[in-house]
């Protein structure tokens, strides 16, 4: 899979690449990257990238000139091409305007084998940018930041880690908080049988919850012991044990989250003991 950064800074990009996971696909030519310098595709002797806005207003706006010669150099296909279902290609702008970046989305843009991101700065791109160039505008969070790299950082870690063969278990990544999966959701569910042993599973799917607590050795530390639960071997009992922490965490943490996910009879039940308790507190 390729993924191109489009930036007025492609020096930032040399660290947050070059390790973990990300470096480990790129090692195993899993994922290729490159960057582009768009002051490479500026015309005068001070390379300039942005301009004042028309009409007024505080700050400065990326030039469309810039980013369209970047792209037209980069031979990617039309934009009418790149708006199928199957594309195989897509251009994104990185904007505070844009739908909000998900694990969904995520795992829908793995799909494609090329992902073109595009970093605004300042106050923003030429709209142009986004009417005629790029397929989509996304954000990674109602907030501010002073660009868009950070984001693209942010996507091409995101959808990296979903290319098969990135991750040393397929499986994590089915598990880990917000991943909605069919098969993976309910309590006392086993996995999904894709690339698996047939042996039990204590393990559960998010299902578009949080994720549950996880503890490692030693088994006592400093007074605090791992729940003993997770330490007699039953695979029933520790499945359901994380459902029901999944459950705890997410109506703590994220209650907005039990909106969009489907959830079994069992997990009505435990959410109903949950918030049970939680008024008798």
């Not at 191109?4 to 696909?25: K, N, Q, S």
């Amino acid at each position: 899979m390729k993924f191109e950064i489009l930036t007025i800074f492609p020096d930032f990009f040399r660290g947050p690449l070059d390790y973990g996971i990300v470096r480990r696909a790129r090692e195993a030519r899993l994922i290729e990257i490159l960057i582009h310098d768009l002051r490479a595709f500026t015309h005068d002797r001070h390379r300039t990238v942005d301009d004042r806005p028309f009409g007024g207003g505080e700050g400065m706006v990326l030039k469309p000139e810039p980013i369209f010669e970047c792209l037209e150099t980069m031979q990617v296909s039309s934009r009418g091409e790149r708006l199928l279902e199957n594309a195989k290609e897509t251009v994104i702008l990185l904007s505070p305007q844009g739908r909000m970046f998900t694990q969904d989305v995520a795992q829908e843009l793995v799909h494609r084998g090329r992902l073109v991101l595009i970093c605004g700065r300042y106050e923003g791109v030429d709209e142009r940018v986004s009417e005629h160039l790029a397929d989509r505008e996304i954000s990674v969070g109602d907030f501010v930041l002073s660009g868009g790299e950070l984001g693209a950082a942010i996507i091409l870690d995101t959808v990296a880690r979903l290319v098969p063969g990135a991750l040393g278990n397929e499986a994590s990544a089915r598990q880990e908080s917000f991943t909605v999966q069919a098969g993976f959701s309910h309590v006392g569910q086993k996995m999904a049988n894709v690339g698996h042993t047939s042996e039990p599973s204590s393990t559960c799917g998010s299902g578009g919850l949080l994720d549950y607590p996880h503890y490692t050795r030693p088994a006592e530390f400093r007074g605090m012991t791992v729940p003993e639960v997770l330490l007699n071997g039953n695979h029933d009992e520790i499945r359901r044990w994380r459902r029901r922490k999944a459950l705890e965490k997410t109506l703590a943490n994220r209650p907005d989250l039990l909106n969009g996910t489907e959830l079994s009879k069992e997990d009505r039940r435990l959410l109903a003991e949950i918030q049970a308790g939680e008024e008798r507190r």
